[in-house]
């Protein structure tokens, strides 16, 4: 989840929309938590509970997400925030 302006463009030479942005960020912190070592992966990482499915973005504006979490998410989504837990921020 990300905080601030979904439409917001980053300032370098090839600009970056805010959801592009923070997804790519998301999957490099994914792989960077998730690295195998002699004892196993540092940390499991399940990205398949999103509001868009295993194909929709990893990363979404966290006004989206507590629209999705109103309107439409399933008893069993609230069931598994409750096993969330943050591992950067």
Excluded at 2 to 15: C, H, I, L, R, V
Excluded at 36 to 41: H, L
Aim: zero cysteines; charged letters at 20%; glycine letters at 8%.
């Amino acid at each position: 989840l990300f905080t601030g302006d979904f439409a917001a463009e980053s300032d370098g030479p090839k600009p970056l929309g805010a959801t592009l942005y923070y997804n790519r960020l998301a999957q490099r912190v994914s792989a960077a938590l998730s690295v195998p070592t002699a004892a196993g992966p540092l940390y499991e990482i399940d990205t398949r509970l999103r509001p868009s499915g295993t194909q929709g973005p990893l990363v979404v504006n966290v006004d989206s997400f507590a629209r999705y979490q109103r309107e439409s998410a399933w008893t069993w989504e609230h069931m598994a925030l409750t096993r969330a837990r943050p591992v950067f921020g």
